[in-house]
Nanobody
Framework: QVQLVESGGGLVQAGGSLRLSCAAS????????MAWYRQAPGKQRELVAF???????NYADSEKGRFTISRDNAKNTVYLQMNNLKPENTAVYYC????????WGQGTQVTVSS
């Protein structure tokens, strides 16, 4: 069964931190580069970061030094540690393969207040 379940979002003040988790089915996770994406109100979905099966990482320029993506291959789970959050990081965050697959989970809402 194809499954992507994101969690860990919430409301946080600017400068705060959150850790997002995404539990994926093996058919999506195993052997694939996994990524976090986000979609802010009125904007297109964008790539935030990705991690290869061997844990090489890449980040959007705006998040370098503040966000850390990681994966646990034994748990089919990908994480996003977000530090020093800014109001412009407010969005629904999704995980998926990179390049994207056709199936999306429900996402997790991140709201950063100023």
């Amino acid at each position: 069964q194809v499954q992507l379940v994101e969690s860990g979002g919430g409301l946080v003040q600017a400068g705060g931190s959150l850790r997002l988790s995404c539990a994926a089915s093996g058919s999506i996770f195993r052997g694939n580069t996994m990524a976090w994406y986000r979609q802010a109100p009125g904007k297109q979905r964008e790539l935030v970061a990705f991690v290869t099966p061997r844990s090489r990482t890449n980040y959007a320029d705006s998040e370098k030094g503040r966000f850390t993506i990681s994966r646990d291959n034994a748990k089919n789970t990908v994480y996003l540690q977000m530090n020093n959050l800014k109001p412009e990081n407010t969005a629904v965050y999704y995980c998926n393969k990179f390049p994207v697959g056709n199936y999306w989970g429900q996402g997790t809402q991140v709201t950063v207040s100023s």
